[in-house]
């Protein structure tokens, strides 16, 4: 079975300074992993995915993950935040033969002045 | 490109009501998925369509809730009876292929 565990349930950060979101996985085969945010009221939104190839993943709004397999992790970061980046951000797994997504419970980014 | 439409956006009933959720996919997309989120979590599968067949659903809770997708495209979700428990955001998503998954803006259930 597979895991995803997000660390760290809110993250206040002042504008403009860079953040990471933490995401562990654990799985026993070969993984895809995925982080999408949640605005209020809004439906999920995919930021960017790993499928395989290159570790480092780039994706909208400026956001990049990087896939590290020794450490099962795959933490989001972004080096200058805006206040409309203030959101719930899911980190998913899903194994490389299975369509189903399993998400971490989300961590909240809080964007202050 | 239109996207997930999901109605109703939100839903009231008291505890041992049943109620229904609709879902539209995107053109084309032959899975659908129906997720549970409760709040203060990460979306739950309830249960996966490919075209209207069910490929997954081993979290249903088969004793109250059931969905079906009617030739292939529509889906409907329905609780019947509710639980307080069940009060949650239901999202609703579809994908083309395996890779990645389009939600809709989900039905907020409050069950009083």
């Known amino acids: 079975a597979q895991s995803v565990t997000q660390l760290d349930s809110q993250v206040p950060v002042f504008e403009e300074a860079p953040v990471e979101l933490r995401c562990n996985y654990s799985?026993?085969?070969?993984?895809?992993l995925f982080w999408y945010v949640q605005y209020p009221n809004q439906g999920l939104q995919l930021l960017l995915k790993?499928?395989?190839?290159?570790?480092l993943v780039k994706g909208i709004n400026g956001f990049e993950a990087e896939f590290n397999k020794s450490q099962t992790s795959f933490h989001l970061r972004k080096p200058s935040v805006h206040i409309s980046d203030t959101a719930e951000y899911f980190c998913?797994?899903?194994?490389?033969?299975?369509?189903?997504?399993?998400f971490g419970k989300g961590t909240m980014l809080l964007v202050s002045p | 490109e239109a996207g997930v439409a999901q109605s109703p956006r939100y839903k009231i009933i008291e505890k041992r009501q049943s109620v229904a959720f609709w879902c539209n996919p995107i053109?084309?997309?032959?899975?659908l998925y129906w997720y549970q989120q409760i709040l203060g979590q990460g979306p739950k599968l309830l249960i996966q369509?490919?075209?209207?067949?069910?490929?997954?659903d081993s979290q249903l809770p088969k004793d109250r809730f059931s969905a079906e997708r009617l030739k292939g495209v529509d889906s409907t979700l329905k609780i019947q009876p509710a639980k307080l428990e069940d009060s949650a955001v239901y999202l609703c998503?579809?994908?083309?292929?395996?890779?990645?998954?389009?939600f809709g803006p989900g039905t907020r259930l409050t069950v009083l």
């Open positions: 998913a797994v899903r194994n490389s033969g299975y369509s189903t997504l399993t």
């Open positions: 369509f490919q075209n209207n067949g069910v490929v997954d």
């Open positions: 790993y499928l395989s190839g290159s570790t």
């Open positions: 799985s026993s085969v070969s993984v895809y």
């Open positions: 998503a579809s994908s083309p292929t395996s890779n990645e998954q389009f």
């Open positions: 053109s084309g997309h032959a899975t």
